[in-house]
Structure formats: structure tokens, C-alpha cells
């Protein structure tokens, strides 16, 4: 009769402990020894304190840096020019990403609520575009910095100042090798730079027009009053302005330095 009470003792605990989500194990032996129920802690995923977690929301990818300081080219020119047209760069583009351009994007970003990176990540980008308009040949090298064009071949013997007006660009040559490049303006189509071959016939270092009453330092003469000449005009506000009809160089070491290369009677060469 004892045996078959502790059965039943057993068989009842069995039952609660299943319904408990208990584990019995009986001693081995005579069936006298005490039962011992292990409960198994409750899993992490189903505590209450858990289950009032709200999910993790997934972390927003930081925007694509498109450039950054330190790049170089066109397309820092551009970004430049875009600047330029909404006030937040007033030189003209250099092609470099200096500290006046990082300067300049932070400004924009902070303006628009963006990170205020200086670095000019997709998103920046995408804002500059929709408030500007792609930019011309000419706003991108407002200041100079363009590539030369190939001389023309009346440029390839002896010295020559050879000039083009498609580039903008002045090639002091000497039996054909180029010694320097600079960039140049030209008159407005009101007053246009003569095209042709002419040679320097008149040299003047401090010269000043008796036209126009304005300085034309390191002139060298070559088509009645039209010379190739310093322009601080030139220098201070690029191709935004025009010559009378001379060639106007900005760089005035450049033209010095040339100045003093250049012979009268040396050729000069103004061409498309």
C-alpha cells in the first residue's frame, strides 16, 4: 500500500510539473528516495521586461562624400562656380578645395539645416544643384587656369607672343618651344583685339593710355594702340571684364618677367 500511495504522490507531481513546465527525475533505486524537480529559468525572450523593449531602428547611412579638402580639378571648379553663383565664394575658381571653399560649404550646409562637415557629401550636392544653373567655360576659369590651345603653326618658328582667343591663353615661344603660358582677355566685341600677324614695334614699362587716362604697365605694342599689358582690372575681376582691344595679362610678375624677354621686332600672332 506504501508503494502504491508514493506513486500516485509521484504521478501527481508529474502532472503539476508539466503544467508548470517542471522536469521529475526519480531517484534510482527502491522508489523511497526523495524527488527532485528542476525548473528551468525563464528564456530572455519571453521575460516581460523584454517584451517592453521597443525594436532598434536601424541606422541611417551616413550621405556619400563627393569631395573633400585637399581635391584637385573640374569638378572642384565647378562646385566653385555653384558656390560663387549663391554668394558663398566671391573669388573666382581656383580648382582647388582650399580652406576658403571648406569655409564657404560649411556656410551653405549650416544655412540648410545640413552637418556643418565642410566636405561636400551627396546630399549637399544635390541642395547646390537645384539652386544654381551648370556653369560656363568661363565661370569656371573666371581667374585663368585653362588649358592652352596648340599654337598655330605660324607660332613654330622664331619668337613669338602666340595668342589665342578660343582658349584665352598666351604662349611666349621660341623656335617652337613654349617658355610660358598665361591667361589673357581681349576687348569686348565693341572693341575688338585685333587678329593676325604683327610684330612688337613699341615698348613702354610705365605706360599709361592718353585714350582712356588707365595704366597699361609692361605695354608692348604691336597693332596701333592695341599692346599686351598688365590689367589690374584683369587681375581683380577676371574674363567678368573686357579690354579696349589690348591683350590683358592678370599675372604681373608673369608679364614682367616677359617684359623684359621680349625684343621689339618679335612676332606676334593673334588667332582663332
Given amino acids: 500500500m506504501r508503494t502504491e500511495g508514493m506513486r500516485r504522490v509521484i504521478a501527481a507531481l508529474v502532472a503539476v510539473a508539466a503544467v508548470g513546465g517542471c522536469t521529475v527525475q526519480a531517484a534510482e533505486g527502491d522508489g523511497k528516495s526523495p524527488v527532485r524537480i528542476d525548473v528551468p529559468k525563464s528564456s530572455p525572450s519571453t521575460s516581460a521586461r523584454d517584451d517592453d523593449k521597443p525594436s532598434a531602428k536601424p541606422s541611417k547611412a551616413a550621405p556619400k562624400v563627393l569631395l573633400a579638402p585637399g581635391d584637385h580639378g573640374r569638378d572642384v571648379r565647378e562646385l566653385q562656380a555653384r558656390l560663387r553663383q549663391v554668394a558663398w565664394i566671391f573669388e573666382g575658381p581656383t580648382g582647388t578645395y582650399d580652406r576658403a571653399t571648406e569655409e564657404a560649404v560649411e556656410g551653405f550646409q549650416g544655412k540648410r539645416g545640413l552637418p556643418r562637415t565642410g566636405e561636400t557629401d ?6 547646390l544643384l537645384k539652386m544654381t544653373h551648370e556653369p560656363g567655360k568661363w565661370e569656371l ?132
Fill in 122 to 127: 551627396s546630399v549637399t550636392w544635390q541642395r
Fill in 141 to 272: 576659369y573666371l581667374m585663368g587656369g585653362q588649358p592652352a590651345a596648340a599654337p598655330d603653326a605660324r607660332c613654330l618658328t622664331g619668337r613669338v607672343l602666340c595668342i589665342s582667343k578660343s582658349s584665352r591663353t598666351l604662349r611666349w615661344m621660341v623656335d617652337g618651344r613654349t617658355v610660358t603660358t598665361v591667361p589673357v582677355r581681349f576687348g569686348s566685341e565693341y572693341t575688338p583685339t585685333r587678329e593676325g600677324v604683327f610684330s612688337v614695334y613699341w615698348k613702354s614699362r610705365h605706360h599709361v593710355s592718353t585714350l582712356y587716362d588707365s595704366p597699361m604697365p609692361y605695354a608692348m605694342f604691336f597693332s596701333g594702340g592695341q599692346a599686351v599689358h598688365y590689367s589690374s582690372d584683369f587681375a581683380a575681376r577676371g574674363y567678368a571684364g573686357a579690354s579696349h582691344g589690348c591683350v590683358n595679362v592678370r599675372d604681373e610678375a608673369a608679364i614682367a618677367e616677359l617684359f623684359d624677354e621680349v625684343r621689339n621686332g618679335d612676332k606676334v600672332v593673334v588667332y582663332w
